[in-house]
Protein backbone atom coordinates (compact mmCIF):
# COMPACT_ATOMS: atom_id res chain seq x y z
CA UNK A 1 0.00 0.00 0.00
CA UNK A 2 2.86 2.60 -0.09
CA UNK A 3 1.99 3.28 -3.30
CA UNK A 4 -1.49 4.28 -2.40
CA UNK A 5 0.08 6.23 0.60
CA UNK A 6 2.53 8.09 -1.23
CA UNK A 7 0.46 8.92 -3.89
CA UNK A 8 -2.18 10.05 -1.75
CA UNK A 9 0.00 12.08 0.60
CA UNK A 10 1.88 13.95 -2.47
CA UNK A 11 -1.63 14.78 -3.97
CA UNK A 12 -2.61 16.47 -0.88
CA UNK A 13 0.71 18.44 -0.43
CA UNK A 14 0.51 19.83 -3.98
CA UNK A 15 -3.53 20.39 -3.77
CA UNK A 16 -4.67 20.69 -0.46
CA UNK A 17 -6.58 23.82 0.60
CA UNK A 18 -5.26 26.89 2.85
CA UNK A 19 -8.36 25.93 5.87
CA UNK A 20 -7.89 27.69 8.70
CA UNK A 21 -8.09 24.94 10.88
CA UNK A 22 -5.10 23.22 9.26
CA UNK A 23 -2.81 25.67 10.91
CA UNK A 24 -1.10 23.77 13.94
CA UNK A 25 -4.54 22.28 14.75
CA UNK A 26 -5.46 21.66 18.40
CA UNK A 27 -7.92 18.76 19.36
CA UNK A 28 -10.52 22.17 20.17
CA UNK A 29 -9.96 23.29 16.01
CA UNK A 30 -9.85 19.82 14.90
CA UNK A 31 -13.12 19.10 16.99
CA UNK A 32 -15.04 22.41 16.25
CA UNK A 33 -14.02 22.34 12.30
CA UNK A 34 -15.44 19.00 12.31
CA UNK A 35 -18.74 19.48 14.33
CA UNK A 36 -19.40 22.03 11.80
CA UNK A 37 -18.41 20.65 8.47
CA UNK A 38 -20.95 17.91 9.39
CA UNK A 39 -23.55 20.68 8.64
CA UNK A 40 -22.20 22.50 5.95
CA UNK A 41 -19.92 22.84 3.16
CA UNK A 42 -16.17 23.95 3.74
CA UNK A 43 -16.69 27.58 2.18
CA UNK A 44 -19.70 28.44 4.51
CA UNK A 45 -18.32 26.53 7.45
CA UNK A 46 -15.21 28.37 7.58
CA UNK A 47 -16.95 31.52 8.26
CA UNK A 48 -19.03 29.57 10.74
CA UNK A 49 -15.08 28.12 12.48
CA UNK A 50 -13.83 31.64 12.44
CA UNK A 51 -17.06 33.18 14.26
CA UNK A 52 -16.99 30.44 17.23
CA UNK A 53 -13.12 30.89 17.33
CA UNK A 54 -13.10 34.58 17.39
CA UNK A 55 -15.64 34.41 20.01
CA UNK A 56 -14.85 31.62 22.32
CA UNK A 57 -10.98 30.71 21.54
CA UNK A 58 -10.81 28.19 24.01
CA UNK A 59 -12.91 25.03 24.98
CA UNK A 60 -13.18 26.57 28.23
CA UNK A 61 -14.58 29.49 26.68
CA UNK A 62 -17.01 27.86 25.06
CA UNK A 63 -18.32 25.72 27.94
CA UNK A 64 -18.82 29.04 29.72
CA UNK A 65 -20.99 30.46 27.42
CA UNK A 66 -24.89 30.43 27.64
CA UNK A 67 -26.70 27.80 25.91
CA UNK A 68 -28.62 30.43 24.03
CA UNK A 69 -25.54 31.97 22.46
CA UNK A 70 -24.45 28.49 21.02
CA UNK A 71 -27.71 28.07 19.48
CA UNK A 72 -27.75 31.59 17.93
CA UNK A 73 -23.87 31.27 17.08
CA UNK A 74 -25.36 28.74 15.31
CA UNK A 75 -27.86 29.43 13.63
CA UNK A 76 -28.56 29.15 9.75
CA UNK A 77 -26.69 25.67 10.36
CA UNK A 78 -30.02 23.44 11.00
CA UNK A 79 -29.37 20.29 13.55
CA UNK A 80 -29.74 21.95 16.31
CA UNK A 81 -29.05 19.53 18.60
CA UNK A 82 -25.58 19.50 16.99
CA UNK A 83 -25.57 22.95 18.52
CA UNK A 84 -26.25 21.67 21.72
CA UNK A 85 -23.85 18.43 21.91
CA UNK A 86 -21.65 21.07 20.69
CA UNK A 87 -21.96 23.31 24.04
CA UNK A 88 -22.54 20.11 26.41
CA UNK A 89 -19.32 18.14 24.85
CA UNK A 90 -17.31 21.31 25.80
CA UNK A 91 -18.33 21.41 29.14
CA UNK A 92 -17.47 17.80 29.62
CA UNK A 93 -14.41 18.28 28.66
CA UNK A 94 -13.84 21.07 31.20
CA UNK A 95 -15.53 19.05 34.47
CA UNK A 96 -13.71 15.50 33.19
CA UNK A 97 -10.70 16.65 31.92
CA UNK A 98 -9.73 20.44 32.85
CA UNK A 99 -10.01 22.10 29.62
CA UNK A 100 -7.85 19.25 27.88
CA UNK A 101 -9.74 16.98 24.74
CA UNK A 102 -8.24 13.12 25.76
CA UNK A 103 -5.57 11.49 24.01
CA UNK A 104 -7.52 8.11 23.93
CA UNK A 105 -9.86 6.90 20.99
CA UNK A 106 -12.41 5.64 23.52
CA UNK A 107 -12.26 8.56 26.11
CA UNK A 108 -13.20 10.60 23.13
CA UNK A 109 -16.40 8.80 22.02
CA UNK A 110 -17.69 8.89 25.59
CA UNK A 111 -17.93 12.90 24.95
CA UNK A 112 -21.01 14.47 23.98
CA UNK A 113 -21.92 14.38 20.20
CA UNK A 114 -18.64 12.55 19.70
CA UNK A 115 -18.79 9.50 17.63
CA UNK A 116 -16.75 7.27 15.43
CA UNK A 117 -15.66 9.46 12.77
CA UNK A 118 -15.27 12.55 14.82
CA UNK A 119 -13.33 10.53 17.27
CA UNK A 120 -10.71 9.07 14.62
CA UNK A 121 -10.68 12.67 13.00
CA UNK A 122 -9.48 13.95 16.22
CA UNK A 123 -7.19 11.33 17.52
CA UNK A 124 -5.47 11.24 13.78
CA UNK A 125 -5.16 14.73 13.05
CA UNK A 126 -4.70 15.83 16.71
CA UNK A 127 -2.84 13.26 18.36
CA UNK A 128 -1.30 11.23 15.47
CA UNK A 129 -3.12 8.28 16.45
CA UNK A 130 -3.92 5.68 13.96
CA UNK A 131 -7.58 5.83 13.63
CA UNK A 132 -9.26 5.71 10.17
CA UNK A 133 -11.89 8.78 9.28
CA UNK A 134 -15.11 7.50 7.35
CA UNK A 135 -17.04 10.50 5.66
CA UNK A 136 -19.08 10.70 2.63
CA UNK A 137 -15.89 11.26 0.46
CA UNK A 138 -13.39 8.78 1.64
CA UNK A 139 -16.85 6.54 1.05
CA UNK A 140 -16.70 7.50 -2.06
CA UNK A 141 -13.14 7.18 -3.18
CA UNK A 142 -12.88 3.96 -1.37
CA UNK A 143 -16.29 2.07 -3.10
CA UNK A 144 -14.51 3.74 -6.30
CA UNK A 145 -11.23 2.71 -6.32
CA UNK A 146 -12.25 -0.84 -5.46
CA UNK A 147 -15.62 -0.87 -7.45
CA UNK A 148 -17.53 -1.94 -4.12
CA UNK A 149 -21.60 -2.42 -4.71
CA UNK A 150 -22.12 -3.11 -0.88
CA UNK A 151 -24.61 0.14 0.28
CA UNK A 152 -22.90 2.36 2.65
CA UNK A 153 -26.00 3.49 4.77
CA UNK A 154 -26.49 -0.03 6.00
CA UNK A 155 -24.47 -1.59 9.28
CA UNK A 156 -23.08 -4.04 6.46
CA UNK A 157 -21.18 -1.48 4.41
CA UNK A 158 -20.12 0.87 7.20
CA UNK A 159 -18.54 -2.54 8.95
CA UNK A 160 -17.27 -2.95 5.59
CA UNK A 161 -16.02 0.74 4.68
CA UNK A 162 -14.64 0.86 8.45
CA UNK A 163 -12.33 -2.41 7.80
CA UNK A 164 -10.75 -1.14 4.62
CA UNK A 165 -10.01 2.02 5.73
CA UNK A 166 -8.84 0.72 8.61
CA UNK A 167 -6.34 -1.83 6.55
CA UNK A 168 -5.15 1.42 4.09
CA UNK A 169 -4.47 3.70 6.63
CA UNK A 170 -0.88 5.20 7.09
CA UNK A 171 0.12 4.41 10.20
CA UNK A 172 3.42 6.56 10.18
CA UNK A 173 1.25 9.42 9.51
CA UNK A 174 -2.66 9.30 9.87
CA UNK A 175 -3.58 12.70 10.43
CA UNK A 176 -1.88 13.51 7.12
CA UNK A 177 -3.69 10.06 5.30
CA UNK A 178 -6.68 10.70 6.43
CA UNK A 179 -7.05 14.80 5.49
CA UNK A 180 -5.31 13.44 2.01
CA UNK A 181 -8.21 11.02 0.90
CA UNK A 182 -10.78 13.29 2.54
CA UNK A 183 -9.47 15.89 0.68
CA UNK A 184 -9.18 14.23 -2.49
CA UNK A 185 -12.47 12.93 -2.34
CA UNK A 186 -13.92 16.40 -1.82
CA UNK A 187 -11.85 17.98 -4.68
CA UNK A 188 -11.00 15.00 -6.98
CA UNK A 189 -13.32 11.93 -7.00
CA UNK A 190 -16.00 14.32 -6.71
CA UNK A 191 -19.77 13.23 -7.10
CA UNK A 192 -20.21 14.44 -10.19
CA UNK A 193 -17.72 14.42 -13.08
CA UNK A 194 -14.76 13.25 -11.42
CA UNK A 195 -11.40 13.81 -13.06
CA UNK A 196 -10.60 10.30 -14.07
CA UNK A 197 -8.76 10.72 -16.52
CA UNK A 198 -5.84 12.67 -14.84
CA UNK A 199 -6.36 10.86 -11.51
CA UNK A 200 -2.72 9.92 -9.80
CA UNK A 201 -5.00 6.50 -8.91
CA UNK A 202 -6.09 5.25 -12.14
CA UNK A 203 -4.37 2.75 -12.72
CA UNK A 204 -5.22 1.29 -9.44
CA UNK A 205 -9.23 2.31 -9.80
CA UNK A 206 -11.69 -1.03 -10.50
CA UNK A 207 -15.00 1.25 -11.09
CA UNK A 208 -12.89 3.12 -13.97
CA UNK A 209 -11.76 -0.35 -15.43
CA UNK A 210 -15.25 -1.51 -14.89
CA UNK A 211 -16.75 1.82 -16.09
CA UNK A 212 -18.95 2.12 -13.33
CA UNK A 213 -17.67 4.95 -11.59
CA UNK A 214 -21.11 6.84 -11.57
CA UNK A 215 -22.91 4.03 -9.86
CA UNK A 216 -20.55 3.87 -6.59
CA UNK A 217 -21.05 4.61 -4.02
CA UNK A 218 -24.27 2.68 -3.45
CA UNK A 219 -26.81 3.93 -1.03
CA UNK A 220 -30.16 2.31 -0.06
CA UNK A 221 -33.67 4.52 -0.71
CA UNK A 222 -34.16 7.42 1.80
CA UNK A 223 -36.17 7.39 4.37
CA UNK A 224 -40.14 8.32 3.83
CA UNK A 225 -40.16 12.27 4.16
CA UNK A 226 -43.04 13.64 5.76
CA UNK A 227 -44.73 17.03 5.17
CA UNK A 228 -46.15 19.09 8.21
CA UNK A 229 -48.07 22.31 8.09
CA UNK A 230 -47.25 25.22 10.19
CA UNK A 231 -49.99 28.64 10.75
CA UNK A 232 -47.50 30.97 12.37
CA UNK A 233 -49.74 33.81 14.08
CA UNK A 234 -47.44 36.73 14.16
CA UNK A 235 -49.09 39.09 16.27
CA UNK A 236 -48.38 42.55 16.81
CA UNK A 237 -49.23 45.04 19.88
CA UNK A 238 -47.57 48.62 19.29
CA UNK A 239 -43.37 47.90 18.53
CA UNK A 240 -43.65 44.34 20.03
CA UNK A 241 -43.93 40.70 18.94
CA UNK A 242 -45.12 37.55 20.46
CA UNK A 243 -42.38 35.01 20.47
CA UNK A 244 -42.96 31.23 21.64
CA UNK A 245 -39.88 29.30 23.00
CA UNK A 246 -39.94 25.66 21.84
CA UNK A 247 -39.49 22.97 24.01
CA UNK A 248 -39.71 19.58 23.85
CA UNK A 249 -38.65 16.66 21.83
CA UNK A 250 -39.84 18.17 18.78
CA UNK A 251 -37.22 20.08 15.80
CA UNK A 252 -35.76 23.08 16.98
CA UNK A 253 -35.46 22.87 20.60
CA UNK A 254 -34.81 25.55 22.64
CA UNK A 255 -35.54 27.96 19.50
CA UNK A 256 -37.26 30.97 19.42
CA UNK A 257 -40.37 30.95 16.65
CA UNK A 258 -43.83 32.63 16.90
CA UNK A 259 -47.01 30.82 18.59
CA UNK A 260 -48.00 28.04 15.90
CA UNK A 261 -50.85 25.69 15.06
CA UNK A 262 -49.93 22.70 13.15
CA UNK A 263 -52.35 21.07 10.67
CA UNK A 264 -52.52 17.60 9.22
CA UNK A 265 -53.56 19.81 5.72
CA UNK A 266 -53.04 22.91 4.32
CA UNK A 267 -55.49 25.62 5.92
CA UNK A 268 -57.16 28.95 4.88
CA UNK A 269 -56.66 31.48 7.41
CA UNK A 270 -60.43 31.64 7.85
CA UNK A 271 -59.95 27.82 9.22
CA UNK A 272 -57.23 28.59 11.08
CA UNK A 273 -58.86 31.71 13.27
CA UNK A 274 -62.11 29.58 13.35
CA UNK A 275 -60.34 26.78 15.43
CA UNK A 276 -60.27 26.10 19.38
CA UNK A 277 -56.03 26.62 19.44
CA UNK A 278 -57.18 30.13 18.23
CA UNK A 279 -59.43 31.49 20.67
CA UNK A 280 -57.58 30.11 23.18
CA UNK A 281 -54.62 31.82 22.10
CA UNK A 282 -55.80 35.11 21.28
CA UNK A 283 -58.88 34.85 24.20
CA UNK A 284 -61.43 37.25 23.68
CA UNK A 285 -59.55 40.38 22.13
CA UNK A 286 -59.90 42.21 19.38
CA UNK A 287 -57.83 41.46 16.50
CA UNK A 288 -57.10 42.89 13.12
CA UNK A 289 -55.44 40.08 10.02
CA UNK A 290 -52.58 42.51 8.54
CA UNK A 291 -51.13 40.47 5.97
CA UNK A 292 -50.84 37.02 4.92
CA UNK A 293 -47.74 35.27 3.85
CA UNK A 294 -47.21 33.19 1.01
CA UNK A 295 -46.07 29.43 1.35
CA UNK A 296 -42.73 28.36 2.40
CA UNK A 297 -41.40 25.19 2.09
CA UNK A 298 -38.85 24.57 4.46
CA UNK A 299 -36.95 20.91 3.71
CA UNK A 300 -35.28 18.83 6.74
CA UNK A 301 -33.94 15.95 6.41
CA UNK A 302 -36.86 13.55 7.12
CA UNK A 303 -39.39 16.03 6.99
CA UNK A 304 -40.52 18.93 4.91
CA UNK A 305 -42.78 22.26 6.63
CA UNK A 306 -44.75 24.24 4.62
CA UNK A 307 -45.67 27.69 6.28
CA UNK A 308 -47.73 30.43 6.28
CA UNK A 309 -47.21 33.43 8.46
CA UNK A 310 -50.46 35.23 9.58
CA UNK A 311 -49.71 38.58 10.98
CA UNK A 312 -52.13 40.05 13.48
CA UNK A 313 -52.51 42.93 14.91
CA UNK A 314 -54.39 43.12 18.64
CA UNK A 315 -55.74 45.71 20.54
CA UNK A 316 -54.51 45.40 23.69
CA UNK A 317 -51.95 42.84 24.77
CA UNK A 318 -52.58 38.97 26.05
CA UNK A 319 -53.27 37.92 29.10
CA UNK A 320 -51.62 35.06 31.14
CA UNK A 321 -48.84 34.86 28.56
CA UNK A 322 -46.25 32.85 30.90
CA UNK A 323 -48.80 30.13 30.99
CA UNK A 324 -48.55 29.74 27.15
CA UNK A 325 -44.63 30.03 26.79
CA UNK A 326 -45.11 33.38 24.82
CA UNK A 327 -43.25 36.43 25.47
CA UNK A 328 -43.02 40.15 24.65
CA UNK A 329 -40.27 41.06 22.57
CA UNK A 330 -39.66 44.70 20.48
CA UNK A 331 -39.68 44.18 17.06
CA UNK A 332 -36.12 45.85 16.81
CA UNK A 333 -34.40 43.39 19.44
CA UNK A 334 -35.14 39.98 17.56
CA UNK A 335 -32.21 39.76 16.24
CA UNK A 336 -30.66 38.80 20.00
CA UNK A 337 -32.64 35.45 19.87
CA UNK A 338 -31.74 31.92 18.68
CA UNK A 339 -34.33 31.28 15.46
CA UNK A 340 -34.89 28.50 13.00
CA UNK A 341 -33.78 29.35 9.41
CA UNK A 342 -37.49 29.17 8.39
CA UNK A 343 -38.18 31.87 10.63
CA UNK A 344 -35.52 33.98 9.50
CA UNK A 345 -36.18 33.49 5.96
CA UNK A 346 -39.58 35.09 6.77
CA UNK A 347 -38.21 38.07 8.60
CA UNK A 348 -35.88 39.17 5.41
CA UNK A 349 -38.74 38.87 3.74
Known sequence: MNFLHDTLINWFDANRR????????????VWLSEVILQQTRVNQGRDYYLRFIERWPTVTEL????????LKMWQGLGYYSRARNLHHCAQQVVAEYKGQFPADYEKLKRLKGIGDYTAAAIASIAFNLPYAVVDGNVYRVLSRLFDIDTPINNMEGQTLFAQIANDLLNREQPGHHNQALMEFGALHCTPKNPNCLLCPLQAQCLAFAHQTVMLRPVKLQKVKVTTRYFNYLVIRTNDSVYLHRRSGNDIWKNLYDFPCIESELSM???EVVATEEFAQLIENNSFTILKVSPIFTHKLTHRTILAQFIEIKLEKKLLQIE???LFLVRKKELGNYPIPRLIDLYLNT
Do not use: F, G, I
Open 268 to 270: SVE
Open 63 to 70: ANASEEEV
Open 18 to 29: DLPWRHAPSPYQ
Open 323 to 325: TKD
